[in-house]
């Protein structure tokens, strides 16, 4: 009988001792009640508490979650652990209308972290369905604010207040929002038709618009080379006339000088034979007339004026003047 009591003594003081220790994993956490009241929040690592008195605080939850093939799953959980690392919640697809009356389904993630155990367990209940509903509703208003185009451009700024938006909200909460992302921004297949021709019709745009310029500097450049060939052409033509005109003048200069120099030399000959020079090159110029007017083969006859005979006459002393 003694040994019975005994057994019996040591299984309570094991029951009691075991529910009296409570080890914590690092990145959890407990929230005690003694009584029904609050009491404490346990930190990682080896905690003791009265048994049957402190007893961890039972959480309730219950998510809402998309299977593979896109039918949705409710998902209730109790549990007394508090997980204090960042939390990432995916929520279903919902539909959202812009500004300008467009519905769109918009997919978006939450990351959030609690910072405070204590708030999350008591000043909220089903804290995952009240972040999910909360981020719904911040979303229709965010996204009613903005045409379909700014929607679709500025994810960023969406992003940006919608952080803003739900961590100010879910801070009396004890939840710290780090941040969101919208994953799909899904139109209707009406829209992104006429999206998709839009977009065709600015690429033919900026395509007609990249071969009109090109078209255009084409132009300019071949003008512009028509015009430098032009130049040349004329800088050249007008320095081959200068040249010609220079050596025109250098042969008139030439010839006119061995004429000046062949007449006087003539001249000194006739005039030391004692014949008078005019006269001389009159007779000669009358001799090369005379050579041209019996140079055809019908100039049989020459008529000459009778004022030529005087001048003739001299072409004997002419003679002489060669012979000597």
Do not use: C
Request: cysteine-free; glycine content about 4%.
């Amino acid at each position: 009988m003694t040994y019975i009591l005994a057994a019996i003594i040591v299984v309570l003081a094991i029951v009691i001792i075991s529910a009296g220790v409570k080890v914590v994993p690092q990145s959890e956490t407990r929230v005690i009640e003694r009584l029904g009241r609050f009491h404490s929040v346990l930190n990682p690592g080896l905690n003791f508490i009265i048994p049957f008195i402190d007893k961890p605080k039972t959480i309730y939850t219950r998510r809402v979650e998309t299977t593979v093939g896109g039918r949705y799953l409710v998902r209730n959980t109790v549990t007394s652990v508090i997980d204090l690392r960042e939390q990432v919640y995916d929520f279903p697809s919902q539909q959202v209308i812009t500004r300008d009356n467009v519905t769109t389904e918009i997919n978006a993630l939450l990351y959030f972290q609690i910072t405070d155990p204590k708030k999350a367990v008591y000043e909220i209940d089903n804290l995952p369905n009240a972040i999910e509903k909360l981020t719904q509703t911040s979303l229709r208003n965010v996204i009613g604010e903005l045409e379909l185009d700014e929607t679709l451009t500025s994810r960023d700024t969406i992003n940006t207040k919608l952080q803003a938006i739900l961590d100010d909200a879910t801070n009396k909460w004890g939840v710290k929002v780090n941040r969101v992302e919208l994953q799909d921004i899904t139109p209707p297949e009406s829209v992104r038709v006429a999206m998709e021709k839009q977009m065709q019709a600015e690429r033919n745009r900026r395509a007609e618009i990249l071969n009109a310029e090109g078209e255009k500097q084409s132009l300019i450049l071949r003008s512009e080379g028509e015009k430098a060939s032009k130049i040349n052409q004329a800088e050249a033509t007008k320095q081959a006339q200068i040249l010609r005109a220079e050596g025109e003048a250098q042969a008139i200069i030439l010839n006119a000088q061995a004429e000046a120099d062949a007449i006087l030399r003539v001249a000194e000959a006739v005039r030391s034979g004692n014949t008078d020079p005019a006269t001389y090159m009159l007779a000669m110029k009358y001799i090369d007339t005379l050579r041209e007017m019996t140079s055809g083969k019908d100039n049989k006859t020459v008529y000459i004026p009778y004022e030529a005979s005087s001048v003739l006459s001299s072409i004997g002393s002419i003679q002489s003047l060669f012979q000597k």
